[in-house]
């Protein structure tokens, strides 16, 4: 339940100031402990923790990407190019610098991304397709189906 003090600007009475004073402070606490008691909620939760995993393996994926593209691919397309470094490709209008050469080893970081998650994504669809796939085996026939089904062959025999 919470308290409500009014404190006019006219009434200075010492003990209203101490009761809104030490109330503020209680409801500055509660609310202070209410969001990290929230936020503690939040970050714990799997999805969150899973998420920050990928963002950092992510992070280092495109390092590796960027690295791929940078170290062996550019220079390698530029064999078959005649020698052109892209990272060198510059356009200049007035005094600004259009580097397109950069540009385009960006698209091509890109691409290859998107490529790899294109590539995981399919594989992952294709594991749960399997697993969907499987049929769940047959329940067990209760011990009246069983015992019907013992009858049925006995009439069956004779």
Not at 35 to 61: H, T
Not at 88 to 99: F, H, Q, S, W, Y
Not at 100 to 123: E, H, P, R, S
């Amino acid at each position: 339940m919470t308290k409500i003090v009014f404190i006019f600007p006219f009434a200075n009475c010492a003990l209203k100031k101490r009761i809104f004073t030490n109330h503020f402070y209680q409801l500055k606490t509660d609310k202070t402990m209410g969001l990290i008691k929230e936020f503690k909620e939040f970050a714990l939760k799997g999805n969150v923790m899973d998420m920050a995993v990928g963002v950092i393996i992510g992070g280092a994926f495109g390092k590796i990407v960027s690295s791929l593209v940078d170290d062996v691919l550019m220079p390698l397309i530029g064999v078959l190019t005649g020698g052109v470094d892209f990272t060198g490709l510059v356009a200049k209008v007035g005094d600004a610098e259009l580097k397109y050469g950069m540009f385009i080893q960006n698209i091509i970081d890109f691409l290859i991304i998107a490529l790899c998650i294109f590539a995981m994504i399919k594989a992952m669809n294709k594991l749960n397709k399997k697993k969907e796939e499987e049929p769940a085996p047959a329940p067990e026939p209760s011990a009246e189906e069983k015992l019907l089904t013992e009858i049925r062959d006995l009439l069956a025999k004779k």
